[in-house]
């Protein structure tokens, strides 16, 4: 069975950091690609970032492009996401998911809440 | 950017009856790259249809998806009970994504 466990949301102040991890089980997630999504209170779903199976090739949105960095470790079956520069408007349900074709998004995590407030 | 813009906002239904979705884009997107998602409060999104009419592991035949080019359509031929829920569209390009903003299908 495919699961991925997010951790490490939290609150954060503002212009802070945290880094979220995504850990993955019931498939060989070297093979997959990985992505973020993130859904702030009451509104839609926004993807942030991108990574290939290898790591070689990562994307962004430009809400998030420069203060946020996707990374995995094949070995550890991780994903993550540092967040630095935290704003409020970053507050949100932050979920991974496993990429199929470079296309769209079949496997979820249940989310981690980070939360950016003073 | 590709902009997705999903209508109606809302659209209130009873079981039973017939919901039509729309999904509009900015410009062409390739229907290989073209996917719906069914929220429920509380929960993660979940893949319903990819490839513009590809029907994901699991998803019950009453759910259809069709469309080319730049309009989209996700069709629930018969609401259940559990079929009210907030539906999102998705389009990937060049390893960017857009979501629509979402219609609400409420009793």
């Known amino acids: 069975e495919v699961q991925l466990v997010e951790s490490g949301g939290g609150l954060v102040q503002p212009g802070g950091s945290l880094r979220l991890s995504c850990a993955a089980s019931?498939?060989?997630?070297?093979?997959?690609?990985m992505t973020w999504v993130r859904q702030a209170p009451g509104k839609g779903l926004e993807w942030i970032s991108y990574i290939s199976s290898r790591g070689t090739t990562v994307s962004y949105s430009d809400s998030v492009k420069g203060r946020f960095t996707i990374s995995r470790d094949n070995a550890k079956n991780s994903l993550y996401l540092q967040m630095n520069s935290l704003r409020a408007e970053d507050t949100a349900i932050y979920y991974c998911a496993r990429v199929r074709n470079s296309a769209y998004f079949r496997y979820w995590g249940q989310g981690a809440l980070v939360a950016v407030s003073s | 950017e590709i902009v997705l813009t999903q209508s109606p906002g809302t659209l209130s239904l009873s079981p039973g009856e017939r919901a039509t979705l729309s999904c509009r884009a900015s410009?062409?997107?390739?229907?290989?790259?073209l996917a719906w998602y069914q929220q429920k409060p509380g929960q993660a999104p979940r893949l319903l249809i990819y490839?513009?009419?590809g029907r994901a592991a699991g998803v019950p035949d009453r759910f259809s998806g069709s469309g080319s080019g730049t309009d989209f359509t996700l069709t629930i031929s018969r609401l259940e009970p559990e079929d009210f829920a907030v539906y999102y569209c998705q389009q990937s390009d060049r390893s960017h994504w857009t979501f629509g903003q979402g219609t609400k299908v409420e009793v």
């Open positions: 019931g498939f060989t997630f070297s093979d997959y690609e």
């Open positions: 490839g513009a009419s």
């Open positions: 410009q062409s997107v390739n229907s290989i790259y």
